[in-house]
């Protein structure tokens, strides 16, 4: 307890401290929180909110990190309201039960943050138990949190006295070192939020954190993986073949990769054996399943329907993967995949980056919003994203990007872009990229065979398209040629290359090497805008 009033959390009912995995699901079914299903796993429904709230989150204006803040990308809340909904939320626990988790985001001794997560629900708990870093029994002797989260969904602001937007809000205090949320029960936003704050303290450490999976290879070779919730992190870095370090958030240090997290969060929607047999696989006694609709006799789960989201998720720990890496520690990676989900259409299935490139295309972050990945979001939508993650961003993109290409220069990595999202025509018309293809193309990729083929550049991106890859048709591998109307693709293509343009001259510092490396189409205006943005 007087750990806990270090934060101003007193008087309260029973503290359940670092309960094990049985315990805390023993605690969630008595409390009827959720569900079992017939293969063991603990089902929620998490209500209103399915999915992350990024208009709800706050990092707090304080004076040691005014002016490190990128505040073009963060919503500021002034100290007096964060100490009001503080003061309120602390009040809301006194007399409630509490379940404590202590535990390390990232899996490098060397760079690794302790920290404390205080949860309502016991399913959450069990949640940050299963995604974070499980200390061993000497290291939790002398845990002491340099972070702290308070997660209390049973609480909800006033928008209004609040200044904040709704009931929900996940806020971030780095001179406090806390973050507290309320009014959502979407426990995505506790792991988001640590991640946040990974990435702005682990720059400041000369660490790139990175929103990717990672895996490597029986020949040691480490791969990551770059891309937002829905594009295949997951699916495409738990791969058989090869070795899961982790499927969502890593750092590169001057040593190698690191995981900062023990677990996985997958989204399960479509799941099948057949297609994911290791994330079907891992979907067992202690992991956690978000709004997965399920049979009321058998308990058996749908994973087809989106009753109530397209973002149904599955958390389990990252050992529940066969072969996973643990720690989660790897060399210096040989291959990096820029993954996106292009909703037009007309990006490459797979193109290798220059080193300017891969900035270009790090700093744009572009794929599509899928459905489901956040609330309001019913079909995808187009959109940049800075460094495939600039919701959990609180530096500017530029402090990432000159890490990324600093390392991928000293390490000597190959950089793919590779879309999964559509061919031959855009959303409504074309389909979905097939996931065999894809694979065949990202294997042909780590094991080198893309080294020695012969390129051609797209006319608009400047994208090298390999001509051939073992185990994909030559004909889809140009996207032009998957299009029946080839003005309707070249006017789409140049559509895209505008869009680029005119996002990459929202930023400023970008060095004219990197603004060439973009799209150079003439048929409008994108060279004029690139032309300006180097000036």
């Known amino acids: 307890?007087?750990?806990?009033?270090?934060?101003?959390?007193?008087?309260?009912?029973?503290?359940?401290?670092?309960?094990?995995?049985?315990?805390?699901?023993?605690?969630?079914?008595?409390?009827?929180?959720?569900?079992?299903?017939?293969?063991?796993?603990?089902?929620?429904?998490?209500?209103?909110?399915?999915?992350r709230s990024p208009n709800d989150k706050f990092i707090v204006d304080e004076p040691s990190a005014h002016d490190k803040i990128w505040w073009g990308n963060n919503k500021p809340i002034d100290e007096e309201h964060f100490e009001s909904i503080l003061k309120r939320l602390l009040a809301y626990l006194q007399n409630r039960d509490i379940f404590v988790f202590d535990g390390f985001a990232?899996?490098?001794?060397?760079?690794?943050?302790?920290?404390?997560?205080?949860?309502?629900?016991?399913?959450?708990n069990l949640f940050c138990r299963q995604l974070f870093i499980v200390p061993t029994e000497d290291e939790l002797a002398t845990h002491e949190p340099g972070f702290t989260v308070i997660c209390a969904p049973g609480f909800k602001a006033n928008p209004k006295t609040d200044k904040v937007n709704s009931e929900a809000f996940i806020?971030?205090?780095?001179?406090?070192?806390?973050?507290?949320?309320?009014?959502s029960q979407y426990a995505g936003e506790i792991k988001k939020s640590v991640f946040s704050v990974m990435n702005y303290l682990m720059p400041q450490a000369g660490v790139l954190s990175m929103h990717?999976?990672?895996?490597?290879?029986?020949?040691?070779?480490?791969?990551?993986?770059?891309?937002?919730?829905?594009t295949g992190k997951t699916t495409l870095s738990a791969d058989p073949n090869r070795f899961l370090i982790g499927d969502d958030e890593h750092g590169w240090s001057d040593d190698g990769i690191f995981n900062f997290e023990g677990g996985c969060y997958a989204k399960c929607i479509n799941l099948t054996r057949e297609k994911e047999p290791q994330i079907y696989d891992a979907i067992k006694f202690g992991s956690v399943l978000e709004n997965v609709i399920v049979d009321e006799q058998t308990r058996i789960p749908d994973y087809d329907s989106d009753k109530i989201t397209e973002n149904t998720r599955a958390a389990y720990p990252v050992e529940y993967i066969p072969g996973a890496v643990i720690p989660g520690i790897g060399g210096h990676p040989k291959t990096v995949v820029f993954l996106t989900a292009d909703a037009f259409g007309v990006l490459p299935p797979i193109a290798k980056l220059s080193r300017e490139q891969a900035m270009y295309y790090f700093i744009s972050g572009y794929t599509s919003k899928l459905a489901g990945t956040e609330r309001g979001i019913t079909e995808p939508q187009a959109t940049f994203s800075s460094c495939f993650g600039s919701p959990f961003l609180p530096l500017?993109?530029?402090?990432?990007?000159?890490?990324?290409g600093e390392k991928i220069e000293k390490h000597?990595?190959?950089?793919?872009?590779?879309?999964?999202?559509?061919?031959?025509?855009?959303?409504?018309?074309?389909?979905?990229?097939?996931?065999?293809?894809?694979?065949?193309?990202?294997?042909?990729?780590l094991d080198g065979k893309l080294d020695s083929v012969e390129y051609e550049p797209d006319p608009v991106f400047g994208l090298m398209i390999p001509k051939s890859c073992p185990g994909v048709p030559t004909e889809i591998l140009n996207p032009k040629n998957t299009w029946k109307d080839k003005?309707?693709?070249?006017?789409?293509?140049?559509?895209?290359?505008?869009?680029?343009?005119?996002?990459?001259?929202?930023f400023s510092g970008i060095a004219s090497e990197v603004i060439a490396a973009g799209p150079q189409n003439k048929g409008k205006n994108c060279s004029d805008i690139n032309e300006k943005t180097a000036s």
């Open 212 to 230: 990717c999976s990672a895996n490597v290879g029986k020949d040691g070779s480490t791969a990551l993986f770059f891309g937002l919730s829905g």
């Open 1 to 51: 307890m007087d750990k806990l009033a270090s934060v101003g959390l007193y008087n309260t009912k029973n503290v359940y401290k670092n309960l094990s995995v049985a315990r805390l699901v023993e605690e969630a079914l008595k409390r009827e929180e959720g569900f079992l299903t017939a293969s063991g796993a603990f089902n929620v429904y998490t209500g209103k909110y399915t999915g």
């Open 412 to 445: 000597n990595s190959n950089v793919f872009l590779v879309n999964t999202g559509w061919t031959g025509g855009a959303y409504g018309t074309g389909k979905r990229m097939n996931l065999e293809y894809t694979r065949a193309m990202i294997n042909a990729a």
């Open 106 to 124: 990232g899996a490098d001794p060397k760079y690794r943050l302790p920290i404390r997560v205080i949860n309502e629900f016991a399913y959450q």
């Open 171 to 183: 806020i971030i205090s780095f001179e406090k070192k806390l973050v507290i949320i309320g009014g």
């Open 396 to 404: 500017s993109p530029m402090v990432y990007a000159k890490l990324l």
């Open 487 to 506: 003005a309707a693709y070249d006017a789409t293509a140049v559509k895209l290359a505008e869009s680029f343009t005119k996002n990459i001259a929202k």
